[in-house]
């Protein structure tokens, strides 16, 4: 029998997500395929040629990223204007796509064929919007299923709160048609 102290025990790690467990291996296998395709490239071309699609990707990148950015900047000052007019918000023009056209514009400036790819798929309406409609679906479901202290919960607390920041405490009372008051309530308490 012992007679030490006892080493405090150290409450257990949650377990790790698998987006965290296995990020790191995609990225590191998606870089080697991305040096391995180039150098294959090369050796079927030239290293000149790898050079100037590479060039030409971030020129193509940049030009669609200015272009989704000031389609952006013309459809929020177009409904800025269309609010402050009072246009219904049915009449407002649709933003949607603008994000997704911008990472179609970094994944073709980032240097790479497959990135390449993958930015140029990512610029056809078609995929925007079943891509746009997956990440809808997937954030309401994230949302929904979110527990306390999360950031779901945040967003719904946060929807609570009145615009100029203050909390309205209370309950709901519901009071019967055929139900005769008893008297005066209670005040609220904060």
Do not use: C
């Not at 870089?31 to 150098?39: P, Q, S």
């Not at 049915?90 to 390449?116: F, K, Q, V, Y």
């Not at 919007?129 to 954030?139: E, G, L």
């Not at 519901?174 to 139900?179: A, C, G, I, K, M």
């Amino acid at each position: 029998m012992t007679t030490g102290a006892q080493t405090p025990r150290t409450p257990a790690r949650p377990p790790r997500s698998r987006l965290r467990t296995f990020l790191p291996l995609g990225i590191a296998a998606w870089l080697v395929l991305e040096i391995w395709l180039l150098t294959v490239v090369a050796g079927a071309s030239s290293g000149f040629i790898v050079f100037l699609l590479l060039v030409a990707g971030v020129v193509l990148g940049s030009v669609v990223i200015k272009a989704a950015g000031r389609r952006a900047f013309r459809n929020l000052t177009e409904t800025l204007n269309q609010q402050q007019s009072g246009t219904p918000a049915e009449a407002r023009p649709a933003s949607e796509g603008n994000g997704l056209m911008m990472l179609g514009g970094l994944l073709l400036i980032l240097p790479g064929l497959i990135s390449d790819a993958l930015g140029l798929v990512m610029l056809l309406p078609p995929v925007q919007k079943a891509v746009s409609r997956y990440a809808q679906r997937t954030v309401e479901r994230k949302l929904r299923d979110a527990g306390p202290g999360t950031l779901g919960d945040a967003f719904r607390q946060a929807r609570m709160h009145r615009p100029d920041g203050k909390v309205v405490p209370g309950e709901v009372v519901r009071e019967d048609p055929d139900d005769t008051p008893q008297g005066p309530r209670p005040p609220l308490s904060r």
